[in-house]
């Protein structure tokens, strides 16, 4: 992957616009990455919810216990996913 070299800021940006371009350049899409690794976190969590008190109800447990886990995989992939992208920034 070839390296960004900065240049020199032009005079006609301002000092704060150029920090974010500047930014952006060096990871692009990070925002967007982790709006999609916190909304399927976040469903990850919902489900899990719900498959938990579907397991205490004591309801279809050869189907649940396996949802249950992928549910909380979901949501540890995610984590996993987000704390990589923050510690590249």
């Keep these: 992957m070839a390296e960004i070299k900065p240049k020199s800021k032009p005079d006609s940006i301002d000092p704060e ?3 974010r371009l500047q930014a952006e350049a060096k990871s ?6 982790q709006f999609v690794y916190a909304s399927c ?3 990850g969590a919902i489900g899990g919810v719900v498959f938990f ?4 109800a004591g309801r279809d447990l050869e189907k649940t216990i396996p949802n249950l886990a ?3 995989a ?5 984590a996993w996913l987000f704390k990589i992208d923050r510690a590249k920034s």
């Excluded at 692009?28 to 990455?33: A, E, I, M, T, V």
């Excluded at 979901?74 to 995610?78: D, E, G, I, N, S």
């Design 70 to 72: 992928i549910q909380i």
């Design 41 to 43: 976190a976040l469903s």
């Design 17 to 19: 616009l150029w920090t």
């Design 28 to 33: 692009p899409f990070r925002g967007l990455r």
């Design 74 to 78: 979901v949501v540890a992939v995610m």
């Design 53 to 56: 008190f579907k397991l205490l």
